[in-house]
């Protein structure tokens, strides 16, 4: 079952509105990240502790930052789609990929059958390939 026009309209919004919040989400976390480094760099206290926990809280915003990112990207990708007309078919299999799957998230590329076993796939470390 294709998507229909309409349903693309709304899936078009929905990614837009996401990506603009994402967008000011990142901008917001770089300002903060230029205060921060800043304010590390102005501050009168130089103990190593001090220096750790910054080190973590700076390893902790990369990762979230790196996650923005990537769903950025994926929102991205999304759109490039609608606008091709490539969008709502499984990457994998070439399934039609379920409405209320792209509404709950715009950025997927697989179907969930595909999406599942991509996961299990390319799991973390821990699990034999075989
Ligand atoms: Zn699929």
Redesign the pocket.
């Known amino acids: 079952m294709a998507l229909t026009p309409r349903q693309i309209e709304e899936l078009k919004g929905l990614t837009a509105r996401r990506r603009d919040s994402l967008v000011a989400e990142l901008r917001r976390d770089a300002g903060r990240a230029r205060d921060e480094s800043f304010g590390a760099l102005a501050g009168t206290t130089h103990d190593l502790g001090d220096e750790s926990v910054a080190a973590l809280l700076a390893d902790l915003d990369q990762s979230e930052l790196s996650r923005d990112l990537e769903e950025l990207r994926g929102l991205e990708a999304a759109r490039a789609r609608i606008a091709d007309g490539s969008y709502g078919v ?1 990457a ?2 070439g ?1 039609e990929i379920e409405f209320e799957r792209q509404r709950a998230a715009p950025g997927a590329l ?2 969930v ?2 999406q599942t076993r991509h996961e299990k796939t390319f799991a973390g470390p821990g699990r034999a390939s075989l």
């Open positions: 499984c994998d299999c399934a697989r179907c059958a595909c």
